[in-house]
DNA sequence: CTCCCGATAT
DNA sequence: ATATCAGGAG
């Protein structure tokens, strides 16, 4: 497990990769980023970025998403996959929008997590990015950085990967880290094949040691 | 746990 | 061909 000292070596060393990380799903308000974060499930931020534009062009309101039928909603955002249970809870979301909240997105964590499509990371992220309150969203990246650098283990649900992260990083930089380690997880410790030869956090890495080993082997 | 799902990199 | 992508609902 990691001392103190090696978290801090982690946060310094992120904070030196990629000091300006930040949200890079493309919006323009918090309604945007809440529709940008349900569609990118499972989904590259950069397809989603493709789709965006032109749907947001279309559909600026909750109730404009409500005033088409179903499929002209999934025929809009098709291409980004998984679409039929995005739309739906798109509209059912927007619905809840304008009949609880007066069509605005509420800033409150368990009022988003109750929304139709939105779950602990999307909520997260909503309150990270537009309402600016300390959080750390656990997606794919932050789940496996965090278990290939040791923060926990292999077998840690996804909100025991987020109780540990808030646990062992201090509140004033969750948000900050939080996106470090999704540009880390993304572009650097890819999920296919990381490049652990050039990574500086290699020393105190259990899962980069190791593969350095079988690279040795060849 | 399974299912949803198209786009992209390997 | 196959793994993976800012997950969530049933």
């Known amino acids: 497990m990691l001392t103190k000292k090696d978290i801090r070596f982690i946060l310094d060393n992120l904070e030196r990769m990629y000091p300006d990380a930040e949200?890079?799903?493309?919006?323009?308000?918090?309604?945007?980023?809440?529709?940008?974060?349900?569609?990118?499930?499972?989904?590259?931020?950069?397809?989603v970025n493709k789709v965006t534009p032109g749907l947001f062009e279309k559909y600026k309101t909750?109730?404009?998403?409500?005033?088409?039928?179903?499929?002209?909603?999934?025929?809009?955002?098709?291409?980004?996959?998984l679409y039929r249970n995005k739309a739906k809870n798109i509209q059912k979301l927007c619905r809840d929008l304008i009949e609880k909240y007066d069509g605005e997105v509420p800033n409150d964590y368990q009022?988003?997590?109750?929304?139709?499509?939105?779950?602990?990371?999307?909520?997260?992220?909503?309150?990270?990015?537009?309402?600016?309150m300390p959080a750390i969203a656990v997606d794919t990246h932050v789940e496996r950085v965090s278990k290939r650098l040791g923060f926990c283990r292999w077998k840690d649900s996804v909100l025991e990967v987020e109780k540990t992260l808030m646990k062992k990083i201090p509140e004033d930089e969750w948000s900050d880290t939080h996106h470090r380690m999704?540009?880390?997880?993304?572009?650097?410790?890819?999920?296919?094949?990381?490049?652990?030869?050039?990574?500086?956090?290699?020393?105190?890495c259990r899962e980069g040691k190791k593969r350095m080993k079988k690279l040795e082997m060849v």
């Open 23 to 47: 949200c890079e799903l493309t919006h323009s308000n918090e309604f945007e980023l809440l529709i940008a974060v349900v569609l990118s499930a499972q989904a590259t931020d950069a397809l």
């Open 62 to 81: 909750p109730e404009d998403f409500v005033a088409v039928d179903l499929e002209e909603v999934q025929n809009d955002i098709r291409r980004i996959g």
């Open 111 to 132: 009022q988003l997590v109750n929304l139709a499509g939105v779950g602990r990371k999307t909520a997260n992220v909503v309150m990270s990015v537009s309402f600016g």
């Open 182 to 204: 999704i540009f880390f997880g993304r572009y650097h410790c890819k999920a296919r094949n990381p490049d652990c030869p050039s990574c500086p956090l290699l020393e105190i």
